[in-house]
């Protein structure tokens, strides 16, 4: 009922700007938190950053805060992360996902897209 579709992944050289977008559908989606999570190869999934789409800031992993962004758009149905200052160690698989509840854990979050990959290079 809910679909999510990563977007915007590449190579990037460290320091640079890359603006991933997590495309959506569902009934639900707007009363719904938004996460991003990134998973590194031989690591496990890392939260990155959600965000609830009725309102609220966004709430950030301490090693993007300041850098990353997460936003929403209600037109589109996206939700998007604004990387800055991008460094190798961002390097990753990204991907968003859809819960009812605020978490900082995969296993809370009920849907999630096929990933997309950001390769940072030093």
């Known amino acids: 009922q809910v679909q999510l579709v990563e977007s915007g992944g590449g190579l990037v050289q460290a320091g640079g700007s890359l603006r991933l977008s997590c495309a959506t559908s569902g009934r639900t989606f707007r009363s719904y938190y938004v996460a991003w999570f990134r998973q590194a190869p031989g690591k496990e999934r890392e939260f990155v950053a959600f965000i609830n789409w009725s309102g609220g800031n966004g709430y950030y992993a301490d090693s993007v805060k300041g850098r990353f962004t997460i936003s929403r758009d209600n037109a589109k149905n996206t939700v998007d992360l604004q990387m800055n200052s991008l460094k190798p160690e961002d390097t990753a698989v990204y991907f968003c996902?859809?819960?009812?509840?605020?978490?900082?854990?995969?296993?809370?979050?009920?849907?999630w897209g096929q990933g997309t990959q950001v390769t940072v290079s030093s």
């Open positions: 996902a859809n819960g009812t509840r605020p978490a900082v854990v995969s296993s809370d979050y009920y849907y």
